[in-house]
C-alpha cells in the first residue's frame, strides 16, 4: 500500500538532486535517493553531480534527466585535469565556486519549476537555498551526510564549514540527518536547539530489500568472513589481520576475504606478508558488479567493521550512520563492529553482531564464537534479516518526503 500511495504522489513531482561523488564510490545513500526517484517514476528528476576529485575514469561534472523514471537528456563535461598524485589532491576553493555556479546555471537551463530541491551537504544545499529564492523550487532540504565538530584541521575552513551548516541548518525547509546523533552533537557543539530552525528529521541509509536476498544456511562458507569498503587506515582492517595467526590455531581452512581498494592495501598487503598469513587473505580489489559483491557478502559467515576510535571530535563515524553496515545486514550477514558507529550497541542487543574491543585476541575470540557455532551463527543471521526489514530504501523515503 505504501509503494502505491508513493508513486501516486512522486510520480506528479519534479525533483532536483545535486551532489560531489567521491571517485569510486558504488551503492552509497546518494545513489539509492537517485534509485528511489527512478523506480517511483518522479515527474522530473535533474539529478547534478560532480567529483569530488579528477581522475582518469571518472565524469566531470554535468547533469541528467529522467521523466517518468526514463533518461531523456544526459551531459558532462570533459575531464580537464588530473591530478599527478596517488593520493588525489581535494578540490580547491576556486574547484567549488565553480561547482556551485554550475550547479546553479544546470537548473536555470532546465527551465522548469521544482517542487523539491535536495542537495547533499552545505555547499549544495546553500545552492538549493539560492534556488528557492530564485522561485525555482518550492521546498528545500538540507541532506547532512554527517556531523563531525573537527572536520577540518585548519581553522578558516572548519569554521566556515559549521558556518555553512548552520545557515543550511536554519533557512532550508528541512534538514535530513542521518543519525539522531548529529541531532544531539549540533546541540552540544553549536549550543542551538535546531528545533528553534528548520525541522531536522532522521533519515538513515537503507537497503533495497527486493535485490539483496540471503543465502540459505547451507551455501554460507561458514570458515570465511569479509570486510569490504575503502582501504584506509582508519577503517581498522590491519587489526582483523593481526589476529589472524590467533584464529588460524582453532580454524586451519579459515578465510578473510577483503573486498575493497585504497591507498592503505600496499601496507595491508606488506602486513600479510610479513605475518606469513597470504593462504588464509584473498584481496578481491574492487568489484564492480553489485550482485557479485552482495553474493560475496552474503555467501560469508561473518562480516567486520572495525573502525579505529581516533580523534571524537574529528571522527565523522560517531554521529553517522554506517552505509558499510547497512550493506553487511541487507545481505543478511552478522557483523563484527568497533564501538565508533552510534548504532553498534543496538546491533549487539539486536544479536545481529557483536561489538569488539581492537586488540588482536579479542577479535580472535568473537570470531571463533561465531565460526566455532553454528547453531549461533545460524540463529544471528536470521535475526539480522528481521532487524534489516525496517530500513528498505521505499519505506524510509516515502516517510522522509511527506511534507515536500
Known sequence: ?????????????NVIFSIHIPF???????????????????GKLLWISHPFKYHPQSEGSGFEIYEQGQLVKKQFSAITHISDSPSQKPYSFLHYLKDSYLTIWYVIKS???YDCYIGYGVLHSVCGWMVKKMGKTKYCIYLSGDFTPKLFNNKLLNKTYHAL???????????????????????????????????????????????VKPVKFEQVHKKRIVYMGSLIKQQGVQYVLHAIPL??????DFKFLVIGSGKYLPELQRLVKGLAIEQYVEFTGRVEEHNEM???????????????????????MYSSDSGKIKNYMGCGTPVLVSSVPYNAAEIEQEKCGKVIDLQPAYIAEAVLK???DEEKLK??????????????????????LNDC
Open 294 to 316: 552482495t553474493s560475496l557478502i552474503a555467501s560469508s559467515a561473518l562480516a567486520v567493521a572495525p573502525y579505529e576510535k581516533g580523534d571524537h571530535e574529528g571522527n565523522w
Open 24 to 42: 569510486g564510490s558504488t551503492g552509497n545513500d546518494f545513489y539509492a535517493i537517485k534509485e528511489y526517484f527512478i523506480r517511483n517514476k518522479a
Open 379 to 400: 540463529r544471528y543471521r536470521e535475526n539480522v534479516v528481521r532487524y534489516t526489514r525496517q530500513f528498505d530504501n521505499n519505506k524510509i523515503y516515502s516517510q522522509a
Open 247 to 252: 584464529i588460524v590455531e582453532k580454524i586451519p
Open 165 to 211: 551548516d548552520t545557515f543550511c541548518v536554519k533557512h532550508c525547509d528541512e534538514t535530513w540527518n542521518m543519525s539522531v546523533k548529529m541531532i544531539e552533537a549540533r546541540k552540544e557543539h553549536k549550543n542551538f536547539d535546531p528545533s528553534t530552525y528548520s525541522k531536522q528529521k532522521v533519515v538513515p541509509g537503507g537497503i533495497w530489500l527486493d535485490e
Open 1 to 13: 500500500m505504501i509503494e502505491i500511495e508513493t508513486k501516486s504522489v512522486i510520480n506528479r513531482k
Open 111 to 113: 527551465k522548469e519549476l
Open 370 to 372: 561465531f565460526l566455532l
